[in-house]
Nanobody
Framework: QVRLVESGGGLVQAGGSLRLSCAAS????????????ISWFRQPAGKEREFVAY????????YYADSVKGRFTISRDNAKNTGSLQMNSLKPEDTAVYFC????????????????WGQGTRVTVSS
């Protein structure tokens, strides 16, 4: 079995910050965590899931959606099998359920290509 668990969501005022974490466990991640792309997606209420950011297996390259670029920072710690999303200068439009996801191999922005998902953590940004 493999498992991803997000944490760190909550309620914050506009302009504030939150740090989301994604903890990975299971044989696949324990043996080959660095082979996996880690991504964050979010889903606002009533809308489709959208890409936020990804980081490649070795952590040497990351990519962000235009809507969060310059405000969010994705990172990972392969020794601990964890990923993080630091969110600064939060806006009300960032309100959503945030999911971490993982796939082996080539990076992609398509959620359908990801094999493993966390259950999500809610982020609410008030005006």
């Amino acid at each position: 079995q493999v498992r991803l668990v997000e944490s760190g969501g909550g309620l914050v005022q506009a302009g504030g910050s939150l740090r989301l974490s994604c903890a990975a466990s299971g044989r696949t991640f324990s043996d080959y965590f660095s082979d996996y792309v880690i991504s964050w997606f979010r889903q606002p209420a009533g809308k489709e899931r959208e890409f936020v950011a990804y980081i490649i297996g070795g952590g040497g390259y990351s990519y962000y959606a235009d809507s969060v670029k310059g405000r969010f920072t994705i990172s990972r710690d392969n020794a601990k099998n964890t990923g993080s999303l630091q969110m600064n200068s939060l806006k009300p439009e960032d309100t959503a359920v945030y999911f971490c996801a993982a796939k082996r191999g080539i990076r992609t922005l398509s959620p359908s290509q990801y094999d493993y998902w966390g259950q999500g953590t809610r982020v609410t940004v008030s005006s």
